[in-house]
């Protein structure tokens, strides 16, 4: 388990701040749902936890147990428990799904996962989340539908078992019984190891997972925090009342955030036996 805290986090992504200065605390077997309008900041925030180089911190700070995160690299982020399912999970020609899987579980580990643990392991996870079992031999995401990527990066999640686990639109892409799978494999992740910080913008998902907190960050800001009235707010009025209530005007982007990098693919499969 783990205790993650963002204090007055300001960020900037070439040259243009984006977070404002942020303010969170996620304690242990909490979920924590973060709306708002396209362009204002969720995925800064939750690729800026994980280690994006392009996101710059100007303030701020990041702790994960007391710990300074932004003095760590991306895969000790990882080691330490953190996770991001990517909103846009990147095809990686030439590397063996499994491979890739195995080889990022055995870097958390003081010891290899044995060959006949990690299958089993393997096997039942992506029988959790319904994915087919030959997908886990082909290429990384390569030629995987926009649902089957995302059902791969639960199958990631559930390997890696992290103390916080970060969801990207997570939902996106899928099928009603896709996303029942997904829900049931995030809620057992939950359950088991730690807590969650979920963007989407369905309230139905934020049904389905039953967040125990509720954010709305707005021009880089978490504006309101409360329970899941906001999520049932929003689903009846959109964001409108946001400038009604707070005098702010709300300005929507479409931005496709990028991954955190193939280089870190490329290290991790060194260590591949």
């Known amino acids: 388990m783990a205790k993650l805290e963002i204090k007055n986090l300001h960020v900037s992504v070439a040259d243009k701040e984006i977070l404002k200065g942020i303010n969170l605390e996620i ?80 870097s958390k580990l003081d010891k290899p996962i044995s060959l006949y643990k990690f299958i089993n392991e393997l096997e039942q996870a992506t029988k959790d989340v319904d994915l087919p079992l030959d997908m886990i031999h082909r290429y990384l995401n390569d030629g995987f539908s926009g649902g089957e990527k995302k059902r791969n990066e639960i199958i990631q999640m559930k390997l890696l078992k992290p103390h916080i686990a970060m969801l990207d639109e997570i939902d996106s892409g899928l099928d009603v019984d896709a996303l029942q799978a997904v829900v049931k494999a995030i809620n057992e992740v939950i359950e088991r190891h730690g807590s969650a910080l979920v963007v989407s913008h369905y309230a139905r998902f934020y049904q389905m997972i039953k967040p125990t907190h509720v954010h709305v960050i707005v021009d880089g800001q978490i504006l309101v925090s409360g329970n899941e009235e906001i999520i049932q707010k929003i689903d009846k009025e959109g964001f409108d ?29 060194k260590n591949v036996k």
């Open 27 to 106: 304690n242990d077997n909490e979920i924590h749902a973060l709306l708002g309008p396209n362009g204002n900041g969720k995925s800064t925030l939750l690729s800026t936890i994980m280690g994006q180089p392009k996101y710059i911190v100007t303030k701020g700070q990041i702790l994960l147990d007391g710990q300074d995160v932004l003095k760590m690299s991306v895969d000790t982020r990882a080691k330490c428990g953190l996770f991001l399912a990517l909103q846009y999970p990147p095809e990686i020609p030439g590397v063996i799904n499994s491979d890739f899987l195995r080889s990022a579980v055995n």
């Open 241 to 269: 009342w946001i400038k009604a209530e707070y005098g702010i005007d709300i300005n929507k982007k479409e931005l496709r955030p990028s991954s955190i990098g193939l280089c870190g693919v490329k290290e991790s499969l």
